[in-house]
């Protein structure tokens, strides 16, 4: 409160000798016509309204600075509920009261705070209400870019806690796409490149521009609505977001965290493309795949169709060579089953046929016909039993005689049980 | 189904074939399944839509592309 008190004073020493200098006094009185038209202010009978005065006072101040860039401290900032930002830029030994428009606030990348540091472009005025002078400022930053990295730092932060910043976010591109979106300007180079080289590299896949303000007031809304626009419409594989090179304030409407945020919220995989290579900006921190130009976004977008059809080729031959191989593998694994059950058999018929005439060796010895091969002969009856004994015969009865070489019939006619200890 | 899906899936089969346990019938279904999804993403490669359009968003809240010349 002690400073407005102050400035006043100053200010008006400024502002009178200029204001008299530039309206001599002394003409009228060589000039007998133009004495009815004494100038306001004059003399004592003529005052100028105060009004008039730092109208006039805004005036010259105008006509007498260009736009200016001021070094200063930052003190009493406020924003006020008109929109419009207020501060003092202060020197060591003086002060300038300061307005920013709401309609220039976009431009500033992050709030200034007391105490800061900043350069500032503006255009000097008198505020005619007090009679102040006042700088409208239409750019502000902190000295050494602070208050970009700030905002920048800042907004990171923030993206960083949310977790949007994970690389497990970052989700795969489509290999083949059938339409790619574009966000961009209509008219900007960034859309030719992407066209150029996407036309290049595969010329089956449609490109779908979704046009867009990428600089200057209202572009982060309006990239928003874009990215919004999009995820709505949803009928298309990837999104490539972008513009070409341009100074760090063209680019910043890419560095929004609400265009972040909008981006790392599309259902859609996205690409990143601002400016050059050494542009590192909010959307490319959140996109799935970050290019360094809107040429690399297109070479990531896409794949050079030859060698998709190259490498659907070769699928086919692995496949083909793979169910090759099964059944070769079959084939070969059959012969072997084949020749092993042969030797099998081989073997198992070679242990038969030995065993068999073993078991035919053994069975010719014990057989009776052997020993009538010897001269013995066998009784036998009617039915074949063996008549072994004398019980078994009576006189009269017939039976056969078993010879080596045939049979005999034969009759009995007494029969004779041997007695006491033998013949 | 998509065109990596398509060949991944391609892939996979060929390792499965690769692989020497299945039966007979089951590799050359496997085949079959390939050899239809590799027309898939062979026609994916060559349809033809090389145009630069323009995305239209209709007042009802619809899209629509329009033809854009470059």
């Known amino acids: ?423 | 189904m998509s065109y990596e899906s398509d060949l991944a899936r391609i892939e996979n089969i060929v390792g499965e074939l690769e692989r020497s346990e299945i039966p007979l019938d089951d590799a050359l279904r496997l085949f079959e399944e390939g050899i239809e999804r590799l027309r898939t993403a062979q026609a994916a490669l060559l349809q033809a839509e090389a145009r630069v359009r323009k995305l239209i968003e209709e007042s009802d809240g619809g899209f629509s592309l329009a033809d854009f010349e470059s």
């Open chain 1, 1 to 423: 409160m002690r400073r407005p008190s102050r400035r006043p004073l100053p200010q008006t020493e400024l502002l009178e000798p200029q204001l008299f200098a530039s309206e001599p006094p002394r003409n009228y009185g060589s000039r007998a016509p133009q004495a009815a038209a004494l100038p306001a202010g004059a003399t004592r009978e003529h005052p100028m309204t105060v009004e008039a005065l730092t109208t006039s006072a805004k005036t010259v101040i105008e006509g007498a600075f260009s736009p200016i860039w001021i070094r200063g401290e930052i003190s009493s900032f406020t924003r006020h509920q008109n929109g419009h930002w207020y501060f003092s830029l202060r020197g060591e030994k003086a002060s300038i009261r300061c307005v920013l428009w709401s309609s220039n606030i976009w431009r500033i990348p992050a709030l200034p705070e007391n105490g800061m540091q900043v350069v500032v472009l503006g255009q000097l005025t008198v505020y005619p209400f007090r009679g102040e002078l006042q700088c409208m400022v239409t750019s502000l930053d902190a000295v050494g870019d602070g208050l970009w990295r700030k905002a920048l730092a800042e907004s990171t932060e923030r993206l960083r806690a949310d977790g949007l910043l994970e690389p497990s976010r970052k989700r795969p591109l489509p290999r083949l796409p059938r339409r790619v979106a574009v966000i961009t300007s209509p008219d900007g180079a960034a859309l030719h490149d992407i066209i150029v080289v996407m036309r290049r590299r595969c010329p089956t896949v449609e490109i779908v521009l979704v046009p867009a303000k990428v600089q200057g007031e209202g572009a982060p809304a309006d990239l928003m609505r874009a990215i919004a626009c999009v995820g709505r419409w949803g009928a298309v594989d990837t999104v490539i977001i972008g513009r070409g090179g341009g100074s760090r304030e063209d680019l910043w409407a890419f560095n929004s965290e609400a265009v972040a945020r909008a981006l790392a919220a599309c259902a859609i995989p996205t690409i990143s493309a601002v400016g050059h290579e050494v542009d590192i900006t909010l959307c490319d921190l959140v996109a799935d795949h970050r290019a360094p130009t809107p040429s690399a976004a297109a070479e990531a977008a896409v794949p050079v169709l030859a060698d998709a059809i190259a490498e659907a080729a070769s699928l086919r031959e692995a496949l083909r060579g793979a169910l090759v191989r099964q059944v070769e593998r079959r084939r070969d694994r059959l012969q072997r089953t084949a020749a092993e059950l042969r030797a099998s058999l081989e073997r198992g018929s070679e242990r038969r046929r030995a065993r068999v005439s073993a078991v035919a060796g053994r069975l010719h010895a014990l057989s009776p016909l052997a020993v009538l091969a010897r001269g013995y002969a066998v009784a036998r009856d009617a039915g074949g039993a063996t008549l072994g004994s004398v019980e078994n015969f009576t006189p009269a009865s017939d039976f056969d005689l078993l010879l080596r070489d045939g049979t005999v019939r034969a009759t009995t006619r007494s029969v004779h049980p041997a007695r006491g200890d033998g013949e």
